[in-house]
């Protein structure tokens, strides 16, 4: 005999609780999704934009301020050092290349980031995607979600957009000319206008020599981005200019301290959604147990026009494991939904691109609850099902 | 019914638990054994360091400050990379670095841990694919205790 005629037919019987089960599965499990997910997202991108950024050095100052400046480009008046640390790095052995990097001005709300073409490309493993690298003082770069095209000239802004916004700050007399729009990355790098390192120097009125590549500026240097040759050479770096006059900073220590933080919130998230699945499988099974009294008299009927045991069981399990199941399917969705619009708004707000993708790790907690809920509904339908005689006699 | 629950979410988690392989018993390493002579050319790995590359080993020291994020690999140290006022800036510091690969990519646990690793030593210069970096001596495929 066929069991699901029954089980659709109870189903109709009670609606309204049967849906109102399944939507709470779903929420919890839908909020513990798209949370694992957003935050893996934005690990990875973040991870990502640091990658061009072994080392970085500054003047002795926060370390924190010196890689969001550098590498997500947050605004900051960064403290200058001493530009006789450039030479004392390019001549360092254990130094693949030393490229300063340059922040501080600003153009149509786009900040103007001074480097070298080498490490704005990544030494050629990001490529342009039209026109061509800057020669001169007065070329520049767009990143790829800015809107100025090749051809394009502008004046740059002294200070930040938002230093800008009541009264611009002009760098009069200066005209620069997009000759290159550079290809997406992903990263904070994609909303700036990248310029020579020595034109922002020149701007700001420090002494730059006539050679762009061997130019030594006279007054100093707010950050260089160090690739070391080697690991030990790392480390070494990393130690020989933490002094008084220098400070430098694997991007990832910082990385690190901001997953801890991350991974505390996931966590906290996790539980509380856990709590919430555990809480709605309770309820279904408490429910499932206490509507037994009120179907007894249906599971009495089913045994007298010859139904097996078996069957009766299946048709109770059936019925939770229903329940479950669209629960799980609506919050793989939901969870789906929330980490899709979720990285959205992270990506606008943050400049990073995140993606938010579900592993099948993320599936973990959603296959445990609905192990743990068939084996749990299993027991309950076999009591209900023993107790359900007796109590159609005592009620009958 | 909660029994029934508890013993099946108990079984279920026993897989998830990572469990170190036990083929073969792990040679304990030290740092202050690793090199037999420090001259100003480099240095020169010891007998027993030579002996056990390509074997399971077990070494304990401090886990340095992350160097990539999300990376796959670690470097050990024998002392802590202090972050003390006073230590001044040895230009030889380290000399006594591992780099431990684990089998698992991810953040790792807050630096200056003191750790013990097991896993399979390597010797001999080697570029890291990823990260382009050079490497003496390697422990790969390790997983990782708190000490």
Not at chain 1, 158 to 186: C, K
Not at chain 1, 281 to 290: D, E, R
Not at chain 1, 343 to 357: D, I, K, M, P, Y
Request: hydrophobic share 50%.
């Amino acid at each position: 005999m066929n069991p699901f005629p029954f089980v659709v037919a109870e189903w109709r019987h009670a609606r309204g609780v049967l849906i109102a089960m399944a939507l709470l599965i779903a929420i919890a499990s839908a909020i513990s999704l798209g949370v694992t997910s957003l935050e893996r997202a934005l690990r990875t991108a973040s991870a990502n934009a640091a990658g061009r950024f072994d080392l970085i050095i500054g003047a002795a100052g926060s370390q924190t301020q010196l890689v969001l400046t550098t590498v997500y480009l947050q605004p900051a008046a960064l403290k200058l050092m001493p530009a006789t640390v450039l030479a004392q790095l390019r001549a360092d052995p254990g130094v693949v290349f030393a490229e300063p990097v340059v922040t501080g001005d600003s153009y149509a709300g786009f900040s103007i980031v001074g480097t070298s073409a080498a490490l704005a490309s990544d030494h050629g493993r990001l490529l342009l995607s039209s026109g061509r690298w800057f020669a001169g003082m007065q070329e520049a770069v767009a990143g790829s979600a800015t809107t100025l095209k090749i051809g394009e000239s502008y004046t740059p802004l002294h200070g930040s957009a938002s230093d800008n916004l009541i009264e611009a700050h002009a760098h009069d007399g200066q005209r620069v000319v997009i000759v290159g729009r550079a290809a997406a990355t992903g990263t904070p790098w994609d909303k700036a206008i990248i310029v020579p390192y020595e034109a922002v120097l020149a701007l700001h009125e420090v002494k730059v020599g006539v050679a762009p590549k061997h130019a030594l500026p006279a007054l100093g240097l707010p950050a260089i981005v160090v690739k070391p040759r080697s690991i030990m050479d790392a480390y070494r770096l990393r130690n020989v200019y933490r002094n008084s006059e220098t400070t430098a900073v694997f991007p990832a220590e910082t990385l690190t301290r901001l997953y801890q933080t991350l991974g505390d919130v996931r966590a906290l998230a996790l539980w509380i959604a856990g709590a919430g699945q555990s809480l709605v499988l309770a309820a279904v099974l408490l429910g499932l147990y206490a509507s037994l009294s009120a179907r007894a008299q249906s599971l009495i009927s089913l045994r007298a026009i010859g139904a097996g045991p078996l069957f009766v069981w299946l048709t109770l399990w059936l019925q939770v494991l229903g329940i479950l199941l669209v629960g799980a399917l609506l919050g793989l969705l939901g969870g789906w939904l929330l980490a899709f619009a979720g990285a959205g708004v992270l990506s606008n707000r943050l400049g990073l691109l995140l993606t938010a993708e579900l592993t099948r790790e993320d599936l973990l907690p959603l296959v445990w609850m609905l192990a743990a809920g068939t084996v749990a509904s299993a027991g309950v339908a076999w009591r209900a099902y023993v107790k359900a005689p007796a109590q159609a006699m005592r009620s009958g | 019914m909660t029994i029934e629950r508890r013993e099946f979410l108990l079984s279920a988690a026993i897989p998830l638990l990572t469990f170190a392989p036990f083929a073969k018993a792990a040679e304990s390493l030290k740092f202050a054994e690793l090199y037999k002579s420090r001259t100003v050319m480099g240095m020169a790995f010891a007998d027993r360091t030579l002996q056990l590359a390509g074997k399971p080993v077990d070494l304990a020291g401090y886990m340095a400050p992350p160097l990539k994020p999300e990376a796959n690999f670690f470097v050990l140290t024998r002392t802590p990379v202090s972050v003390c006022p006073f230590c001044d800036s040895d230009a030889d510091w380290p000399a006594d670095i591992v780099v431990v690969y684990v089998k698992k990519a991810g953040s790792f646990l807050q630096d200056g841990s003191a750790v013990s690793v097991s896993g399979v030593l390597q010797t001999g210069s080697k570029t890291d694919t990823d990260t382009g970096f050079v490497s003496q001596l390697r422990i790969i495929d390790a997983v990782v205790k708190r000490l």
